[in-house]
Structure formats: C-alpha cells, structure tokens
C-alpha cells in the first residue's frame, strides 16, 4: 500500500433512502467498482452509460470481412488464381 496514488480515504454515513439511490445509480452505470463510479461522481457531476453494443457488431462483422479477405489473398498469393479450379 506505500505505493498507491491516492492515500487518502473518505468516509460518510447515509440514510437508508440515500443507500437505495446511490446503489441503484451505481448498477445503472455499469461500471463494477463503487470507489470508481464515485470518484467520477466527484470529478465530473455526472456518471453516464453509453451503449456499445452496436460497435461490438460492427467489429464482429470486420473481423468476417477480414477473414474472407485473407483467405482469397492466401489463394491468390499460393495459386495464382482467384478461383477454384474445377
């Protein structure tokens, strides 16, 4: 612990109305640490979830593309030819 970055801990009490609300702010955010999602609470006012789900397909996609594509530049590269030769 002689070489942490932040050597100063805070602690507060709260209500049990205000316990529910932040844990219910906190597993809306997504994030799996409580001392994050504070900390960025702190700095910023504000901790948001964006939704990535989209580019995860958009990667799984590219990644099929790019399969495709080294496979016909391995057959051009090893054959000479494009096209299967029947």
Do not use: H
Request: avoid cysteine; aromatic fraction near 14%; proline fraction near 1%.
């Amino acid at each position: 612990m002689a070489n942490r970055n932040r050597t100063n801990p805070v602690q507060f009490y709260l209500s049990d109305d205000e316990q529910y609300i932040l844990n219910t702010k906190f597993k809306a955010s997504g994030m799996k640490r409580m001392s994050a999602f504070l900390r960025k609470l702190i700095l910023y006012g504000y901790v948001y979830d964006v939704d990535y789900s989209y580019l995860r397909n958009y990667n799984t996609e590219l990644g099929r593309i790019s399969s495709n594509l080294n496979q016909i530049a391995k057959r051009v590269n090893s054959t000479g030819n494009i096209y299967q030769e029947a």
